[in-house]
T-cell receptor, first 114, second 112 residues
Framework: GDSVTQMEGPVTLSEEACLTI???????????LFWYVQYPGEGLQLLLK?????DKGSNKGFEATYRKETTSFHLEKGSVQVSDSAVYFC?????????????FGKGTKLSVKP | KAGVTQTPRYLIKTRGQQVTLSCSPI?????VSWYQQTPGQGLQFLFE???????NKGNFPGRFSGRQFSNSRSEMNVSTLELGDSALYLC???????????FGQGTRLTVV
């Protein structure tokens, strides 16, 4: 079945460092891809999404490009802030963009030190 | 605009009991999904409802069930609780099946 694999954490960075969180997927069709973020004590928030190959999702300085040839959707940010400390989840949906039936990776905890 | 509201926020139950969790979606949203989050298995899809109809179901035993009411509020029920059912249960709502899903803060269930 469909699945998502993302790099294990935790990841600890200094403020203003570059961030890459790797995410690869396995899917039989043409899934939509998402990054969600979970701040301590809160629910998940959609960070960005891409619905077809070569699409680039971006939000709050974060970017991810849908790479069909490498089945990847890596999350990047050029300069992280302490406020970016959270758990990041890569996810896919195989139901024509529906976000009601998401398959998630295990999550990567990011800690940013001042 | 109020967000997704899940009640209760915390719950402690004894093995063998049953539990009902509630989710009130954002006003106007007709799609509600449920997920189980555990440290070992991560986030796993339970079921999705749209306009009172179950549209999709995850790979969970029949002890897990849900329903959606005409006002889009949803409940999930777990019967004959097991220790392994201890988890954070998250609900998400969206206006239809192809738009952004907004998550609630979850219900933390502990089975002792």
């Amino acid at each position: 079945g469909d699945s998502v694999t993302q790099m294990e954490g935790p990841v600890t960075l200094s403020e203003e460092a570059c961030l890459t969180i790797n995410c690869t997927y396995t899917a039989t069709g043409y899934p939509s891809l998402f990054w969600y973020v979970q701040y301590p004590g809160e629910g998940l928030q959609l960070l960005l999404k891409a619905t077809k190959a070569d699409d680039k999702g971006s939000n709050k300085g974060f970017e991810a490009t849908y790479r069909k040839e490498t089945t990847s959707f890596h999350l990047e940010k050029g300069s992280v802030q302490v406020s970016d400390s959270a758990v990041y989840f890569c996810a896919l949906s195989d139901h024509r963009g529906s976000q009601g039936n998401l398959i998630f990776g295990k999550g990567t905890k990011l800690s940013v030190k001042p | 605009k109020a967000g997704v509201t899940q009640t209760p926020r915390y719950l402690i139950k004894t093995r063998g009991q049953q539990v009902t969790l509630s989710c009130s979606p954002i006003s106007g949203h007709r799609s509600v999904s449920w997920y189980q989050q555990t440290p070992g298995q991560g986030l796993q899809f339970l079921f999705e409802y749209f306009s009172e109809t179950q549209r999709n179901k995850g790979n969970f035993p029949g002890r897990f069930s849900g329903r959606q009411f005409s006002n889009s509020r949803s409940e999930m029920n777990v019967s004959t609780l097991e220790l392994g059912d201890s988890a954070l249960y998250l609900c998400a709502s969206s206006s239809n099946m192809n738009t952004e899903a907004f998550f609630g803060q979850g219900t933390r269930l502990t089975v002792v």
